[in-house]
């Protein structure tokens, strides 16, 4: 058996194809946007090496889309940690209390992941709708008219909020299901010992629980900040970073610049950021976690 | 175990009102694609359609692309799943249970691609199939989508053959069967709930993807359900009923597939996050 295992040539009819794929689309193109960045270049003319020109004038702010676009992938990230996180955590403990009903709860919440960005954000552009949308009458009915004429997606000091909620209220039933899984995880034994104790429902979340889900919320909130990030269906969808950037994200600046502006460079330095970002910030999460979790 | 009593009505209302903010959308789009204009612009925003109007549903079949587009977005996500299957399948099986000198090299390589944001290879990628003069095709999408879809294929493959006792191989070898043989007669239909896990996980990721799908296709031969959406937006700007409809059929297979197979499809959408 031994000799059939160690088979050169089947090992290579099982591993090339997939490897030579994912070499192909993967990581040679990852090398190639990292030497982009480093040109002037438009796509059709000559290709002029600049060296870190285009990182530096993205890093000195010179590129007010990018830098507003930077801001709102971190006002994202602030509304999933500030919002989006806590609910899925308290639903999460709730749901993994034992509580009569928890299946069907945990399937409900978990219905609008599974629909498609672009729908999910289309139907939030009529329930916003200043004259006939759901929010609309809602907001007459509870007397706010002034409130109710507001084009949330239409106004700059709005947008970026407005299309903030569709993307919170659709990701709350995944990290719900994982914060689920792992509470469910902790050992009942050590529930109870705690109640025997004389700990009360919440020290035992807060001293039991919570530190033996922290593997968990680790991993959730990784998720929940490069998410953010690099965030693109929703806010494509329903404002194109407008109005005025006001909603700009990091990926919608990237394609902008090198689809419609055609600044090859540019657009792949933008492209590393956004890698570069999401790897700092694992990393160092990584190294939080890490000191809290002996 | 608790049952349900009075002290816990503040929880279950609680509950309860998360539960309809979470589903009250579908309910409102649902029933705005079976109304007409003039009953939602003349008030009838958030109730029961007056007249149920399923030529709304008509209409987008027949005077719309949507067919085309759903299609289309068939026959993608289709192959990808099934290529991810395959290649992740074999590429996987030859990490985790044969023996070479580089198989752990070629697991990290994979790994690290988990990491890697579909951004970073967009450009390049286009350029190569431009070069080719393949964007506007299937083959576009079917390679992305297949190849960023792997490493979560071989992640999951390798944690199900891992636990295989290798006496299925030996069993195999004793009656004289090829490795190839093996492979496909004795290993694959002892890790199907791997390979329903990682075709649910693809289909949601593939059905509803974007970036590529939008900035590599521009024919309407070829456009996927979300980009065909965007461009019915135009079209059906002031029509909420067609565009309801529309929407409603966009997310008809993802949520039939829910429903069926909801505590499937929940394990599968988390089975890739547990490692982090």
Redesign the interface.
């Known amino acids: 058996m031994d000799k059939v295992l160690r088979d050169k040539r089947a090992i290579l009819l099982f591993v090339l194809p997939g490897l030579t794929l994912f070499l192909l689309v993967v990581i040679i193109p990852m090398f190639t946007s990292i030497y982009y960045s480093l040109l002037d270049w438009n796509g059709f003319g000559d290709r002029t090496f600049i060296g870190l020109k285009n990182y530096y004038e993205l890093f000195s702010g010179k590129v007010f889309s990018f830098n507003k676009s930077i801001i709102n992938g971190f006002y994202l990230t602030f509304l999933t940690l500030l919002f989006q996180f806590p609910m899925a955590l308290v639903l999460a403990l709730i749901l993994s209390s034992e509580i009569k009903g928890e299946g069907f709860f945990r399937t409900v919440y978990f219905i609008p992941v599974m629909l498609s960005a672009v729908v999910i954000a289309m139907l939030f552009q009529r329930i916003y709708d200043p004259n006939y949308g759901l929010l609309h009458m809602v907001l007459l009915k509870l007397g706010l008219q002034s409130w109710a004429e507001v084009t949330l997606l239409g106004n700059p000091k709005t947008a970026m909020t407005a299309a903030s909620f569709p993307i919170l209220w659709q990701w709350v039933g995944y990290h719900m299901l994982l914060l689920y899984a792992g509470a469910k995880s902790v050992p009942t034994e050590l529930r109870e010992a705690a109640k025997i104790d004389g700990a009360g429902p919440v020290t035992t979340v807060f001293r039991i629980v919570l530190p033996l889900m922290l593997p968990v919320i680790k991993v959730c909130i990784v998720m929940l900040i490069i998410g953010s990030i690099k965030e693109f269906d929703v806010i494509f969808t329903m404002t194109k970073g407008g109005p005025v950037n006001s909603s700009q994200m990091p990926s919608l600046v990237m394609i902008e610049t090198i689809f419609r502006r055609y600044k090859y460079g540019m657009g792949s330095a933008m492209a590393m950021c956004i890698v570069l970002l999401c790897l700092l910030i694992t990393a160092l999460l990584q190294k939080i976690f890490d000191r809290k979790d002996p | 175990?608790?049952?349900?009593n009075i002290k816990?009505t503040p929880?279950y209302s609680?509950?309860i009102v998360?539960?309809l903010?979470?589903?009250y959308?579908?309910i409102?789009?649902f029933f705005?694609s079976l109304k007409s204009n003039s009953e939602?612009?003349g008030g009838n925003?958030?109730g029961l359609p007056t007249n149920w109007l399923w030529s709304n549903y008509k209409s987008i079949f027949s005077n719309s692309d949507m067919p085309t587009y759903f299609f289309n977005s068939t026959v993608v996500t289709v192959i990808s799943i099934l290529l991810v299957i395959f290649?992740?399948g074999?590429?996987g099986?030859?990490?985790e249970?044969?023996?070479?000198r580089y198989s752990k090299l070629?697991l990290t390589?994979?790994l690290l691609?988990i990491?890697?944001?579909a951004?970073?290879?967009?450009?390049?990628?286009f350029?190569?199939l431009s070069h080719f003069n393949i964007t506007d095709s299937y083959q576009a999408l079917i390679?992305?989508y297949?190849?960023?879809g792997?490493?979560i294929s071989?992640y999951i493959f390798t944690g199900f053959y891992e636990s295989i006792p290798?006496e299925m191989?030996?069993s195999g070898?004793l009656e004289g069967c090829?490795?190839?043989q093996?492979?496909s007669y004795i290993i694959m239909p002892m890790v199907k709930p791997a390979i329903a896990t990682i075709a649910i996980f693809t289909y949601?990721n593939v059905?509803?993807e974007?970036?590529f799908a939008?900035?590599f296709i521009t024919k309407k031969a070829y456009k996927t359900?979300?980009?065909g959406?965007?461009s019915l937006?135009g079209r059906y700007s002031t029509k909420?009923g067609p565009?309801?409809a529309a929407?409603l059929i966009?997310?008809l297979p993802?949520?039939i597939?829910?429903f069926i197979l909801?505590k499937q499809?929940?394990e599968s959408?988390?089975s890739g996050?547990?490692k982090?």
Request: charged share 10%; with cysteine.
């Open positions: 175990m608790k049952k349900f816990n929880l609680f509950l998360v539960a903010i979470q589903i959308p579908l409102y789009l705005f939602i612009f925003v958030a290649l992740g074999t590429v099986y030859a990490i249970r044969m023996r070479w070629v390589i994979f691609g990491m890697i944001p951004q970073s290879s967009l450009l390049p990628l350029m190569n390679l992305p297949v190849s960023f792997l490493p071989i290798y191989e030996e070898c090829s490795i190839f093996i492979y949601r059905w509803n974007l970036l939008v900035t359900v979300p980009v959406l965007m937006r909420w565009i309801g929407l966009a997310v993802s949520l597939l829910y909801s499809v929940q959408m988390t996050a547990i982090g």
